[in-house]
């Protein structure tokens, strides 16, 4: 049943935005403006309500993965549905509670002088029955008027220093010279080792447990089914004084000896002197999955996912982390934390200092080797602001005649959100932390709110920082950099640095979407951090020196037909409108500075020129086919357009500079 003719509805439509001033709504939907003659109290009211909003940019409501961050507005015709949905109400063709998100029906009176997007298809499909579908928004941008973090009064905001965490450090930090112990065996190729303080829970051959055998060169471990030895040998090596070698060492060791003696069958134990305990050589029956420099942590791992209110948390990629470490972590060393944050007012800072304060009794009590930080919300498209919460909603009438106004966004500095975010002692335990930043690419567009940036990382000792350059970020995009990041880094143990190459290649569809900017912080004394399999070969762990840098690197990837220089080829011509018809006349975009690109239709130009500074990696001369006679890859046509990343990096101080904390006051 169609309650609304057709042709009301398709000009009802057409008032559904909000228009520029100078546009009439009346006009643009044919309607005739009628006066009022029921409701006329609710109408007042909501006339009130919609001169206030609209003078403080109320285009921009709460956003979402799952709602929508655009309001609009409806003109007076709509109020006789009142009398429409009371009507339907008591005679119990609808419920009495329907809320506007899961449908309350006090919401409705509301609606019509106020609506989000969301909620306009689905009253639309009940009670109109218009044949369109409008889903939710996933970018993380969106205006919003700035607030003074100072009235809030953070206490310790302007602190330059952040004092050490107050959990114990690791072996490795705190006794760092005994861990360069001397072995004869090492005396007598003129070097030391470096000796593992914990040792892996899983075979580096078949990721499995089971009974291991510890190397005393690193901290991989071998399973018995493995590495395969004689039953009349199996009691002598489980003896005290033997020592076990995995074949990654062995086979590393082998390369410090003279070129004669540099290749020796694989034994696997042996004495304090080096000497082969088992009489035949040991059989090794796994297949190495990984590189030789790999090995399969289960270090304790603590994650903090922090969400805007509002915004639904499995957008976000952190989830994403946790499962997949948990098979690798025993029960309790991954310690995930969801915090739904809110301080756009006193009242709710207050609050949210007091969460974090149980948050960090509760992280104090374990231990934990690394620290993983999400923050999951949205960016002011001018300033760069971050969005730190909600004012207050207000409310309107009373009993059933009761309409409910959202908080409007308020949105802080980036010195500002950092500083109230971070409190409650947690910014203690996040020195040395890997930061995800997830929000749009305003914060490192805007020159004022990046440099803030790159002072916060400074101040709260952030090792690494990810933030992404998108002007439209969609976090879900980031699930295969997570998952490879995962894997290379929090499970088989490398740095960050050595590894970027590999989470570049992981995930192309976020190389289209977004430049990807890396924060570094070297020579930074960061706790929880274990040496690499490279530094226990090396036979020495890397101790910072010199001052404090923070280097800055910009991955931008780009496509010789499709994306020049890392710059989005317009799909449309702006001159003939016609579509996807440019031609690159440039010879080769990886040796030359400059990449043209002419319209077939009505040789329009457009000229895209390689940013200063900037050097190419992964270049691919990028395959198109695969040929049916050799099953090779080949190129198709004259010359495949290539693609690569162009990479751009700047070194500064790390440490926190004066003018940054007065700028910040």
Not at 98 to 115: D, E, G, L, P, Y
Not at 255 to 280: A, C, W
Request: net charge positive; with cysteine.
């Amino acid at each position: 049943m169609n309650i609304i003719n057709e042709a009301f509805v398709e000009n009802a439509n057409a008032t559904a935005v909000d228009t520029p001033p100078e546009f009439d709504e009346w006009a643009l939907s044919g309607l005739t403006k009628e006066k009022c003659v029921q409701n006329k109290s609710l109408a007042r009211q909501g006339k009130r309500e919609i001169s206030r909003t609209e003078s403080q940019a109320s285009t921009t409501a709460r956003s979402s993965s799952c709602t929508s961050s655009t309001s609009m507005y409806l003109p007076w015709p709509w109020f006789g549905l009142f009398d429409m949905f009371s009507f339907l109400t008591t005679s119990g063709l609808l419920p009495a509670t329907v809320n506007m998100k899961t449908t309350h029906i006090r919401f409705f009176k509301f609606w019509c002088i106020r609506i989000s997007v969301t909620t306009i298809p689905v009253l639309w499909e009940t009670f109109i029955w218009v044949p369109s579908v409008l889903t939710s928004k996933k970018t993380t941008g969106g205006p919003a008027k700035r607030r003074d973090l100072q009235k809030l009064k953070v206490p310790g905001r302007f602190s330059a220093e952040v004092s050490r965490p107050v959990f114990p450090p690791s072996p490795a930090e705190t006794n760092l010279k005994a861990m360069f112990t001397p072995d004869s065996q090492c005396k007598a190729e003129n070097s030391t080792f470096l000796k593992p303080s914990t040792h892996n829970i899983f075979c580096c051959f078949c990721r499995d447990g089971g009974t291991l055998y510890d190397c005393y060169r690193c901290p991989r471990a071998v399973c018995e089914t493995c590495v395969i030895t004689p039953q009349q040998s199996r009691q002598r090596i489980q003896e005290p004084d033997v020592l076990f070698i995995c074949p990654g060492c062995h086979e590393k060791r082998g390369n410090y000896r003279s070129e004669s003696d540099s290749i020796m069958p694989y034994f696997g134990f042996e004495d304090t002197k080096g000497t082969p305990i088992l009489t035949v050589p040991a059989t090794i029956n796994g297949h190495v999955e990984m590189s030789s420099r790999s090995q399969v942590c289960s270090d304790s791992v603590l994650i903090l996912h922090f969400v805007l209110k509002g915004l639904q948390p499995s957008g976000s990629p952190a989830p994403i982390m946790r499962e997949a470490l948990e098979p690798y972590g025993p029960n309790g060393t991954i310690q995930y934390h969801e915090i739904i944050f809110d301080f756009g007012t006193d009242e709710k800072l207050d609050t949210h200092v007091k969460s974090m304060t149980k948050l960090v009794d509760e992280v104090r009590r374990c231990q934990y080797e690394r620290v993983e930080v999400f923050i999951y919300t949205h960016s002011e498209t001018v300033r760069g602001d971050i969005w730190g919460g909600f004012e207050n909603d207000t409310s309107i009438g009373k009993g059933r005649n009761k309409v409910i106004t959202p908080g409007e966004p308020v949105a802080y500095s980036v010195d500002d959100f950092f500083a109230g975010l971070f409190v409650g002692g947690i910014e203690d335990h996040i020195q040395g932390a890997t930061l995800w930043m997830l929000v749009c690419g305003h914060i490192i567009r805007e020159p004022l709110a990046f440099k803030s940036f790159k002072g916060c990382v400074k101040r709260f000792k952030l090792e690494h920082t990810f933030a992404f350059g998108a002007e439209l970020f969609h976090a879900s995009l980031t699930t295969p950099l997570i998952t490879t990041y995962v894997d290379r880094v929090l499970i088989e143990g490398f740095d960050v640095q050595e590894v970027m190459q590999d989470l570049l290649l992981s995930c192309p569809r976020l190389a289209m979407h977004a430049r990807i900017v890396h924060l570094h912080i070297t020579n930074g004394t960061f706790p929880r951090r274990q040496p690499t399999i490279v530094e226990y070969n090396q036979g020495f762990m890397r101790v910072p020196k010199g001052p404090v840098s923070l280097t800055t690197t910009a991955y931008t990837y780009f496509h010789e037909n499709n994306r020049p220089f890392g710059n989005a080829l317009p799909c449309q011509c702006s001159k003939c409108m016609c579509v996807r018809t440019w031609k690159r006349v440039t010879s080769n975009i990886s040796t030359s500075d400059e990449s043209k690109f002419v319209c077939r239709k009505c040789k329009n130009t457009i000229t895209y020129t390689r940013p200063a500074q900037s050097s190419i990696i992964l270049f691919s001369q990028g395959y198109r086919r695969t040929s049916s006679v050799s099953g090779k890859l080949v190129t198709k046509g004259h010359r495949a357009a290539g693609s690569g990343w162009l990479v751009s990096a700047t070194v500064e101080s790390g440490a926190v500079a004066d003018e940054v904390c007065d700028d910040v006051c």
